[in-house]
């Protein structure tokens, strides 16, 4: 049988053959993937050659009967375009880059985070994005300031609507402290602070979000001195002031009579 182009074989641990097909652009040899027949293999080179060399097909011209992946499908349009190669789906364009998850899921990041993402795969999962940064799943919004328990349209927003456009401009931090949410009462902007304690419990309501958080850590401080819970809670840390403005403010606070009272209760 005649060599098909761009195709080679090779065998997995337990001696079972299969195929890989490769192409080289720009004095770049590019892995095209592993398939289990020669044809499907060099079906995959012909397809890339027609992307690289024939520039015949656009991004969007993807379909179900390609037999390359989708996300080498961007690799190999963006390295054609761009003249730049990397190993994630990313599709440069003039002020920022695309990040595809599939033909339906593109992603939007702002040019400074280039670098991040070309050297880290974004997953999904139950609804959310992340990657895996030293041996952790860290989602996506954390790089924002924005907490893993935050509540879209409460902590934070799209300004523009679109729930995958993760440009620094387009992402508003509404609530930036653990336990803090800002709320309008009688027509008046203020900050309420609640802890998870069998249920929300609210700790008081605030003028700034600042003392609502500082107020929010001495709650902890407070159902964990007493034995009220055993939650691992996550503290506010407040880089806006030093740690002697930050004392005289914990100590002056006030937190619901309630706790307190919660505390008596467990004591009895």
Not at 31 to 59: D, I, Q, R
Not at 228 to 245: F, V
Not at 254 to 263: G, V, Y
Request: with cysteine.
């Amino acid at each position: 049988m005649e060599k098909l182009k761009g195709v080679f074989k090779a065998y997995k641990k337990n001696g079972e053959a299969y195929y890989r097909s490769s192409i080289t652009y720009r004095n770049k040899h590019i892995s095209l993937g592993s398939f289990e027949t020669p044809m499907s293999a060099h079906k995959a080179y012909l397809e890339a050659y027609e992307v690289l060399f024939n520039k015949a097909t656009t991004l969007f011209d993807y379909s179900r009967d390609n037999v390359l992946s989708f996300e080498k499908w961007v690799i190999l349009h963006n390295f054609r375009d761009n003249g730049y190669y990397f190993g994630n789906p990313i599709y440069l364009h003039q002020y920022y880059f695309s990040y595809y998850l599939d033909p339906q899921t593109e992603l939007k990041f702002d040019a400074d985070d280039l670098f991040y993402y070309a050297a880290h795969k974004i997953h999904r999962k139950n609804g959310y994005f992340y990657v895996n940064d030293y041996g952790l799943q860290q989602n996506i919004l954390n790089r924002y300031g924005i907490r893993n328990f935050s509540v879209k349209g409460r902590d934070y927003r799209f300004k523009n609507g679109d729930e995958h456009d993760y440009r620094h401009y387009n992402i508003e931090i509404i609530n930036p402290y653990h336990g803090v949410c800002k709320e309008f009462r009688r027509n008046k902007l203020v900050y309420v602070a609640r802890i998870n304690i069998h249920g929300a419990w609210t700790i008081g309501v605030y003028s700034s979000p600042i003392k609502a958080a500082i107020a929010y850590n001495k709650a902890v401080d407070f159902v964990l001195s007493n034995g009220i819970s055993t939650k691992k809670y996550i503290k506010n840390y407040i880089e806006e002031l030093d740690s002697i403005q930050y004392q005289e403010i914990y100590n002056s606070i006030k937190i619901s009579k309630k706790l307190t009272n919660l505390a008596r209760k467990k004591t009895n």
